[in-house]
Each structure stands twice: as structure tokens, then as C-alpha cells.
């Protein structure tokens, strides 16, 4: 059964930080690229974040670049999301996902979400 659960989420100051990890299983994780979303109310899901499948490259939305660094460990099967200088924008529900194709077909899977609120 595939599972992505995340978990490190929380409240927080602006400038503040918060680690989030998303434990994988079920899948073969190593050979997947990840990435993180997030998705505030009233608005959109978004691509925060995204890492190849064996964290050679990676990729940021503008709104995070310099802050957010998104790394892996594939012998622990979990991802990861560092998140510096937090910001009231950052506030959402973020995810982990994790993707792969072949010839004949699409993966897909997502996790349930974990809840950064960022508010002084």
C-alpha cells in the first residue's frame, strides 16, 4: 500500500523556521521524483519544490528561492523540506508527492497534507 506521510508542520513566527518531512513507503521511492506543494485557502495547489530521483537537481518557485531547500534521503526513503525566513504568504497546507512514467504508464501518488501557519 503506497504511503506518503508528512509530518513537521506547525505554527510559527515570521523568520522563523521549520523542517518538514514526508516518509514514503509502499513504492519504490529511490527511483520517484518528489516534490513539495502547498495550497493556502482560496487559492490554487502550487509547486513549491521538486527534486530528481536521485537529488541531482532541483527546482523552486520563485516566491522561495534562497529560503526553501528541498533534499532527500533515498536509504531512509523521505523527503524533505527545509523552510527558512518563513513568511505569512507561506502560510498552507503543504504536501508531498511523488511521481514517475513510463512508456505505459503515469504514477502518481500524494500525501494527506501537514499544516504551516506562519502568524506573529
Known amino acids: 500500500q503506497v504511503q506518503l506521510a508528512e509530518s513537521g508542520g506547525g505554527l510559527v513566527q515570521p523568520g522563523e523556521s521549520l523542517r518538514l518531512s514526508c516518509a514514503a513507503s509502499?513504492?519504490?521511492?529511490?527511483?520517484?521524483?518528489m516534490s513539495w506543494y502547498r495550497q493556502a485557502p482560496g487559492k490554487e495547489r502550487e509547486l513549491v519544490a521538486r527534486?530528481?530521483?536521485?537529488?541531482?537537481?532541483?527546482d523552486y518557485a520563485d516566491s522561495v528561492k534562497g529560503r526553501f531547500t528541498i533534499s532527500r534521503d533515498n536509504a531512509k526513503n523521505t523527503l524533505y523540506l527545509q523552510m527558512n525566513s518563513l513568511k505569512p504568504e507561506d502560510t498552507a497546507v503543504y504536501y508531498c508527492?511523488?511521481?514517475?512514467?513510463?512508456?505505459?504508464?503515469?504514477?502518481?501518488?500524494w500525501g494527506q497534507g501537514t499544516q504551516v501557519t506562519v502568524s506573529s
Open positions: 508527492n511523488g511521481r514517475r512514467s513510463t512508456i505505459t504508464r503515469s504514477y502518481n501518488y
Open positions: 527534486i530528481t530521483s536521485a537529488g541531482v537537481s532541483t
Open positions: 509502499g513504492f519504490p521511492f529511490s527511483i520517484y521524483a
